[in-house]
């Protein structure tokens, strides 16, 4: 039985954005016979690859660095501090 | 073509007209590789004839067995919320792709995946949320 072939559709340096099956290929897709893989799980990610002249290309995105987590209670009370010193309204706030 | 029995048990073949049909739902694109990334892009699709478009959502590609079918309208700018917990304290996480997302007549355009906490006041971009699993045409 043959391999479903793929479509995929691309950005517009080559990024690979999706893939599909060939059958739901519009004009202009290129079809391949494999989609690129690896070891990792970035490797593995076919957004981190550009198809240039008929080949895989392994572009990885840059991933964005981790947010630091927000002390939410450490800014309100300090909202509420600057509050007080700007009103002269005392305005209790917990311990630490 | 279906096959219809009389009352006296003769069998006539009919051609069903568009009316007579009803809803017809035909798949019109499948997500291939699943567990990539999925970023903001426009896919080919000709829905050009169709009212409704139904979307087959994975909530991210490391959890596609929790899924969200949402139906748009051909021609506007639909909404994808995806609802992701509701948290002990009340408050809702959420992912979305995108805002807005416009279904024209042969293509569908799909913004980034967005991803907010619960104690999150902004949301972040995220493209391993919200996949596009399968995409129906629906003609009424």
């Known amino acids: ?96 | 073509m279906i096959e219809i029995t009389n009352f006296d048990g003769t069998r006539v073949e009919k051609v069903l007209t568009e009316e007579e049909q009803g809803m017809m739902i035909e798949e019109v694109w499948e997500n291939a590789n699943p567990t990539s990334s999925f970023a903001a892009q426009t896919l080919p699709v000709d829905v050009s004839d169709a009212t409704l478009v139904m979307i087959d959502f994975a909530f991210a590609t490391t959890d596609r067995s929790t899924r969200y079918v949402h139906t748009g309208i051909v021609g506007a700018f639909n909404i994808f919320y995806f609802p992701t917990s509701l948290m002990g304290n009340g408050l809702v996480g959420m992912a979305c792709r995108g805002l807005t997302p416009r279904i024209g007549n042969r293509n569908i355009e799909f913004r980034d995946g967005l991803l907010k906490g619960a104690n999150q006041t902004t949301p972040t971009t995220n493209n391993t949320y919200c996949i596009p699993m399968r995409i129906y045409k629906c003609k009424l």
Do not use: C, F
């Open chain 1, 1 to 96: 039985m043959d391999e479903r072939k793929y479509a995929l559709n691309l950005g517009e340096d080559g990024r690979i954005l999706s893939a599909t099956y060939e059958e739901y290929a519009a004009e202009g897709m290129p079809i391949v016979e494999s989609l690129p893989a690896g070891e990792t799980a970035e490797e593995n990610d076919i957004s981190n690859y550009r198809y240039v002249d008929g080949k895989y290309v392994y572009d990885p995105i840059p991933q964005p660095e981790p947010e630091e987590p927000v002390d939410r209670l450490g800014q309100l009370e300090a909202d509420v501090m600057y509050l007080s010193m700007m009103t002269g309204v005392d305005i209790p706030t917990s311990e630490v």
